[in-house]
Protein backbone atom coordinates (compact mmCIF):
# COMPACT_ATOMS: atom_id res chain seq x y z
CA UNK A 1 0.00 0.00 0.00
CA UNK A 2 1.22 3.10 -0.79
CA UNK A 3 2.05 6.21 1.46
CA UNK A 4 -0.34 8.33 0.00
CA UNK A 5 -3.46 5.22 0.29
CA UNK A 6 -2.32 5.50 4.54
CA UNK A 7 -2.40 9.34 4.55
CA UNK A 8 -5.64 8.88 3.06
CA UNK A 9 -7.01 6.96 4.96
CA UNK A 10 -5.12 8.93 8.44
CA UNK A 11 -7.32 12.26 6.89
CA UNK A 12 -10.46 10.32 6.75
CA UNK A 13 -10.23 8.64 9.89
CA UNK A 14 -9.54 12.51 11.27
CA UNK A 15 -12.89 13.83 9.69
CA UNK A 16 -14.87 10.62 10.14
CA UNK A 17 -13.81 10.40 14.02
CA UNK A 18 -14.90 14.25 14.24
CA UNK A 19 -19.02 13.66 12.84
CA UNK A 20 -19.45 9.92 13.33
CA UNK A 21 -16.79 8.38 15.62
CA UNK A 22 -17.99 11.28 18.57
CA UNK A 23 -21.74 10.54 18.41
CA UNK A 24 -21.59 6.71 18.28
CA UNK A 25 -18.98 5.53 20.47
CA UNK A 26 -18.76 9.10 23.06
CA UNK A 27 -21.17 7.23 25.05
CA UNK A 28 -18.19 4.74 26.30
CA UNK A 29 -15.87 7.44 26.91
CA UNK A 30 -18.06 9.34 28.75
CA UNK A 31 -19.37 6.57 30.73
CA UNK A 32 -15.97 5.65 31.62
CA UNK A 33 -15.05 9.16 32.10
CA UNK A 34 -17.84 10.00 34.89
CA UNK A 35 -18.04 6.56 36.25
CA UNK A 36 -14.00 5.22 36.61
CA UNK A 37 -12.40 8.59 36.89
CA UNK A 38 -12.26 10.76 39.56
CA UNK A 39 -12.72 14.35 39.03
CA UNK A 40 -10.08 15.22 41.75
CA UNK A 41 -7.10 12.89 39.70
CA UNK A 42 -4.48 14.26 38.64
CA UNK A 43 -3.97 15.16 34.87
CA UNK A 44 -0.92 12.59 34.58
CA UNK A 45 -3.54 9.77 35.59
CA UNK A 46 -6.30 10.47 33.51
CA UNK A 47 -4.04 11.14 30.86
CA UNK A 48 -2.92 7.98 31.45
CA UNK A 49 -6.08 6.12 31.65
CA UNK A 50 -7.21 8.01 28.23
CA UNK A 51 -4.24 6.69 26.39
CA UNK A 52 -4.83 3.02 27.50
CA UNK A 53 -8.76 3.40 26.37
CA UNK A 54 -7.03 4.33 22.61
CA UNK A 55 -4.67 2.14 22.93
CA UNK A 56 -7.02 -0.94 23.24
CA UNK A 57 -8.86 0.29 20.44
CA UNK A 58 -6.22 0.25 17.96
CA UNK A 59 -5.09 -3.26 19.08
CA UNK A 60 -8.65 -4.43 18.08
CA UNK A 61 -8.74 -2.18 14.45
CA UNK A 62 -4.91 -3.70 13.70
CA UNK A 63 -6.42 -7.75 14.90
CA UNK A 64 -9.31 -6.78 12.20
CA UNK A 65 -7.09 -5.74 9.85
CA UNK A 66 -5.10 -8.39 10.17
CA UNK A 67 -7.79 -10.66 9.44
CA UNK A 68 -9.33 -8.60 6.80
CA UNK A 69 -6.27 -8.43 4.70
CA UNK A 70 -5.40 -12.04 5.13
CA UNK A 71 -8.84 -12.82 3.55
CA UNK A 72 -8.36 -10.37 0.73
CA UNK A 73 -5.06 -11.96 0.05
CA UNK A 74 -6.16 -15.33 -0.24
CA UNK A 75 -9.00 -14.11 -2.90
CA UNK A 76 -6.49 -11.73 -4.47
CA UNK A 77 -4.17 -15.15 -5.75
CA UNK A 78 -3.60 -13.87 -9.36
CA UNK A 79 -3.48 -10.12 -11.05
CA UNK A 80 -6.78 -10.43 -12.49
CA UNK A 81 -8.27 -11.48 -9.36
CA UNK A 82 -6.53 -8.99 -7.28
CA UNK A 83 -8.00 -6.25 -9.84
CA UNK A 84 -11.84 -7.48 -9.55
CA UNK A 85 -11.21 -7.56 -6.23
CA UNK A 86 -10.44 -3.97 -6.05
CA UNK A 87 -12.96 -2.87 -8.11
CA UNK A 88 -15.82 -5.00 -6.23
CA UNK A 89 -14.34 -3.32 -2.50
CA UNK A 90 -14.09 -0.16 -4.32
CA UNK A 91 -18.19 -0.13 -5.50
CA UNK A 92 -18.43 -0.91 -1.78
CA UNK A 93 -16.75 1.47 -0.59
CA UNK A 94 -18.89 4.28 -2.68
CA UNK A 95 -22.16 2.86 -1.92
CA UNK A 96 -21.19 2.97 1.88
CA UNK A 97 -20.34 6.52 1.58
CA UNK A 98 -24.36 7.30 0.25
CA UNK A 99 -25.49 5.27 2.78
CA UNK A 100 -23.22 7.07 5.39
CA UNK A 101 -24.46 10.70 3.88
CA UNK A 102 -27.62 9.99 2.97
CA UNK A 103 -29.23 7.09 4.63
CA UNK A 104 -27.14 6.55 7.77
CA UNK A 105 -30.28 4.55 9.24
CA UNK A 106 -30.11 2.16 6.30
CA UNK A 107 -25.87 1.60 8.01
CA UNK A 108 -27.61 0.34 11.87
CA UNK A 109 -29.31 -2.93 9.31
CA UNK A 110 -25.52 -3.96 9.43
CA UNK A 111 -24.84 -3.10 13.15
CA UNK A 112 -26.17 -5.77 15.43
CA UNK A 113 -27.37 -4.39 18.85
CA UNK A 114 -25.92 -5.27 21.33
CA UNK A 115 -28.25 -3.49 24.16
CA UNK A 116 -29.85 -4.00 27.31
CA UNK A 117 -32.72 -5.65 24.82
CA UNK A 118 -30.50 -7.90 22.67
CA UNK A 119 -30.70 -11.41 24.02
CA UNK A 120 -27.68 -13.48 22.00
CA UNK A 121 -24.62 -14.94 23.63
CA UNK A 122 -22.56 -12.45 21.83
CA UNK A 123 -24.39 -9.23 23.32
CA UNK A 124 -24.70 -11.27 26.78
CA UNK A 125 -20.84 -11.37 26.31
CA UNK A 126 -20.34 -8.03 25.96
CA UNK A 127 -22.68 -6.69 28.46
CA UNK A 128 -20.87 -8.54 31.48
CA UNK A 129 -17.36 -7.84 30.08
CA UNK A 130 -18.62 -4.04 30.25
CA UNK A 131 -20.10 -4.14 33.54
CA UNK A 132 -16.71 -5.90 34.87
CA UNK A 133 -14.40 -3.76 33.81
CA UNK A 134 -16.45 -0.44 34.38
CA UNK A 135 -16.43 -1.24 37.95
CA UNK A 136 -12.78 -2.76 38.33
CA UNK A 137 -9.97 -0.80 40.34
CA UNK A 138 -7.38 -1.40 37.66
CA UNK A 139 -6.11 1.20 35.16
CA UNK A 140 -5.59 -1.66 32.84
CA UNK A 141 -9.19 -1.94 33.28
CA UNK A 142 -9.83 0.85 30.40
CA UNK A 143 -6.95 -1.11 27.95
CA UNK A 144 -10.05 -3.90 28.33
CA UNK A 145 -12.34 -1.27 27.46
CA UNK A 146 -10.48 0.22 24.27
CA UNK A 147 -10.94 -3.67 22.96
CA UNK A 148 -14.25 -4.18 23.88
CA UNK A 149 -15.00 -0.73 21.38
CA UNK A 150 -12.94 -1.35 18.57
CA UNK A 151 -14.84 -5.07 18.64
CA UNK A 152 -18.09 -3.43 18.65
CA UNK A 153 -20.22 -3.62 15.82
CA UNK A 154 -19.38 -0.09 13.53
CA UNK A 155 -20.40 0.80 10.11
CA UNK A 156 -16.86 2.96 9.71
CA UNK A 157 -15.08 -0.06 11.05
CA UNK A 158 -16.41 -1.55 8.24
CA UNK A 159 -15.66 0.41 5.63
CA UNK A 160 -12.17 0.52 6.86
CA UNK A 161 -11.96 -3.31 7.24
CA UNK A 162 -12.68 -3.38 3.49
CA UNK A 163 -9.79 -0.64 2.30
CA UNK A 164 -7.45 -3.19 4.82
CA UNK A 165 -8.50 -6.31 2.26
CA UNK A 166 -6.89 -4.26 -0.55
CA UNK A 167 -3.44 -4.45 1.51
CA UNK A 168 -0.69 -6.06 -0.26
CA UNK A 169 0.39 -8.23 2.92
CA UNK A 170 -1.74 -8.89 6.12
CA UNK A 171 1.17 -6.77 7.95
CA UNK A 172 0.34 -3.86 5.86
CA UNK A 173 -3.28 -4.61 6.37
CA UNK A 174 -2.84 -4.40 10.11
CA UNK A 175 -1.16 -0.87 9.67
CA UNK A 176 -4.29 0.56 7.57
CA UNK A 177 -6.39 -0.40 10.27
CA UNK A 178 -4.07 0.96 13.15
CA UNK A 179 -3.70 4.19 11.16
CA UNK A 180 -7.52 4.79 11.28
CA UNK A 181 -7.04 4.20 15.11
CA UNK A 182 -4.35 6.80 15.49
CA UNK A 183 -6.49 9.18 12.97
CA UNK A 184 -9.43 8.95 15.73
CA UNK A 185 -7.24 9.30 18.91
CA UNK A 186 -6.98 12.79 19.31
CA UNK A 187 -10.64 13.63 19.12
CA UNK A 188 -11.75 10.48 21.54
CA UNK A 189 -8.95 11.54 23.87
CA UNK A 190 -9.98 14.94 23.94
CA UNK A 191 -13.42 13.74 24.28
CA UNK A 192 -12.57 12.41 27.48
CA UNK A 193 -12.07 15.74 29.03
CA UNK A 194 -14.69 18.09 27.29
CA UNK A 195 -17.04 15.43 27.24
CA UNK A 196 -17.96 16.05 24.22
CA UNK A 197 -19.88 19.36 24.47
CA UNK A 198 -17.50 21.97 22.17
CA UNK A 199 -17.98 19.71 19.02
CA UNK A 200 -21.25 21.42 17.95
CA UNK A 201 -23.99 20.03 15.32
CA UNK A 202 -22.58 22.68 12.91
CA UNK A 203 -18.92 21.16 13.11
CA UNK A 204 -20.24 17.80 12.71
CA UNK A 205 -22.16 18.40 9.62
CA UNK A 206 -19.77 20.15 7.92
CA UNK A 207 -17.31 17.02 8.79
CA UNK A 208 -19.38 14.44 7.91
CA UNK A 209 -20.00 15.88 4.59
CA UNK A 210 -16.36 15.97 4.15
CA UNK A 211 -16.02 12.19 5.00
CA UNK A 212 -18.15 11.48 2.40
CA UNK A 213 -16.00 13.15 -0.26
CA UNK A 214 -13.02 11.42 1.09
CA UNK A 215 -14.97 8.18 0.84
CA UNK A 216 -16.29 8.87 -2.77
CA UNK A 217 -12.44 9.67 -4.06
CA UNK A 218 -10.98 7.06 -2.11
CA UNK A 219 -13.55 4.10 -3.63
CA UNK A 220 -13.13 5.57 -7.05
CA UNK A 221 -9.85 5.29 -6.96
CA UNK A 222 -9.52 2.03 -5.96
CA UNK A 223 -11.95 1.07 -8.71
CA UNK A 224 -9.39 2.96 -11.08
CA UNK A 225 -6.69 0.25 -9.48
CA UNK A 226 -8.76 -2.63 -10.00
CA UNK A 227 -9.24 -1.43 -13.56
CA UNK A 228 -5.96 -0.45 -14.21
CA UNK A 229 -4.59 -4.12 -12.76
CA UNK A 230 -6.97 -5.63 -15.46
CA UNK A 231 -6.13 -4.11 -18.18
CA UNK A 232 -2.16 -4.60 -17.09
CA UNK A 233 -2.89 -8.37 -17.29
CA UNK A 234 -3.94 -8.14 -20.95
CA UNK A 235 -0.99 -6.00 -21.99
CA UNK A 236 0.99 -8.49 -20.69
CA UNK A 237 -0.65 -11.35 -22.33
CA UNK A 238 -1.26 -9.79 -25.14
CA UNK A 239 2.80 -8.99 -25.66
CA UNK A 240 3.60 -12.23 -24.52
CA UNK A 241 1.36 -13.78 -27.05
CA UNK A 242 3.28 -11.57 -29.95
CA UNK A 243 6.75 -12.21 -28.18
CA UNK A 244 5.73 -16.22 -29.38
CA UNK A 245 4.44 -15.79 -32.26
CA UNK A 246 7.63 -13.82 -33.31
CA UNK A 247 9.79 -16.35 -32.25
CA UNK A 248 7.69 -18.66 -34.43
CA UNK A 249 7.98 -16.66 -37.11
CA UNK A 250 11.64 -16.34 -36.85
CA UNK A 251 12.39 -19.89 -36.48
CA UNK A 252 10.37 -20.15 -40.11
CA UNK A 253 12.36 -17.85 -42.03
CA UNK A 254 14.66 -19.56 -44.93
CA UNK A 255 17.38 -18.00 -43.53
CA UNK A 256 17.10 -19.63 -40.48
CA UNK A 257 15.60 -22.85 -42.20
CA UNK A 258 19.17 -22.95 -44.51
CA UNK A 259 21.06 -22.21 -41.37
CA UNK A 260 19.42 -24.63 -39.33
CA UNK A 261 20.14 -27.42 -42.46
CA UNK A 262 23.93 -26.32 -42.07
CA UNK A 263 24.03 -27.32 -38.47
CA UNK A 264 22.35 -30.55 -38.94
CA UNK A 265 23.85 -31.85 -42.32
CA UNK A 266 27.74 -30.05 -41.34
CA UNK A 267 29.85 -30.13 -44.53
CA UNK A 268 31.92 -32.86 -44.97
CA UNK A 269 35.42 -32.26 -45.13
CA UNK A 270 37.45 -33.62 -48.30
CA UNK A 271 39.81 -36.25 -48.11
CA UNK A 272 43.80 -35.76 -47.80
CA UNK A 273 45.54 -37.15 -50.80
CA UNK A 274 48.47 -39.56 -49.47
CA UNK A 275 52.18 -37.86 -50.44
CA UNK A 276 54.11 -39.64 -52.89
CA UNK A 277 57.79 -40.56 -52.13
CA UNK A 278 60.31 -39.53 -54.42
CA UNK A 279 61.42 -42.89 -56.20
CA UNK A 280 65.35 -43.53 -55.87
CA UNK A 281 67.56 -43.69 -58.94
Not at 21 to 39: R, W
Not at 120 to 142: A, D, E, H, N, V
Request: charged share 10%; proline share 4%; net charge positive.
Amino acid sequence: MEKLDLFSIFVLGLSMSLSHCIGMCGGIVIAYSNGKIHPDSNNFYQTFCHILYNLGRITSYMIIGGISAAIGYGISASMSTKGILFIVVGILLVLFAFLYMFFPKAIAYFEPSIGAKSQSKISMYFQRSFGWLMTSKSPWSFYGLGILNGFLPCGMVYWFALSAALAPSIWMGMVTMGTFGIATFLPMFVLGFISGKMLTTSYRSFFMKLSFVLMLCFGGYSIYKGVLMLEGKKTHQMGHHMGSHQMNHHNNTPEHMEQGNHAEHPKEMPEETPRKEPSKE
